[in-house]
């Protein structure tokens, strides 16, 4: 094959199941702490796992009000808060953290709140 390591192995990957590549990079990885350290790390700070769908806000919630209730959580890199043509709140909106424990820890916090009021 041509081109860059990079390109070759982008190449090579192709024809594996997502399934296969898991199972080759788990692997890889119980042999190597050093890169299961450096995809964790990697991973833990994408988007994907730091960011929060938040519903049922109030309609007078802004961005700052977010940001409050959220902080206590973990360090917050952007809140958003969905609004209608007048400014008002549309009742839900995100919240994104840091990394990724941050997100999870509120978002245990907030299904145990919910299993709570269920409760009551």
């Avoid at 977010?66 to 890199?77: A, F, M, R, S």
């Amino acid at each position: 094959m041509d081109g860059s390591p990079k390109e070759q192995l982008k190449q090579f990957l192709e024809p594996y199941t997502k399934e296969e590549l898991e199972n080759l990079i788990v692997s890889y990885c119980e042999e190597h702490t050093d890169a299961t350290d450096l995809f964790l790390k990697k991973i833990k700070s994408d988007k994907k796992w730091c960011k929060l769908f938040v519903h049922g806000l109030a309609f007078t919630t802004s961005k700052e009000t977010l940001e409050k209730h959220y902080e206590k959580y973990g360090k917050i890199k952007e809140a958003v808060v969905l609004v209608d043509k007048k400014g008002n709140s549309r009742g839900y909106g995100f919240v994104t953290f840091e990394n990724a424990d941050e997100a999870l820890n509120a978002s245990r916090a907030l299904s145990e709140a919910d299993v709570e009021k269920k409760k009551n």
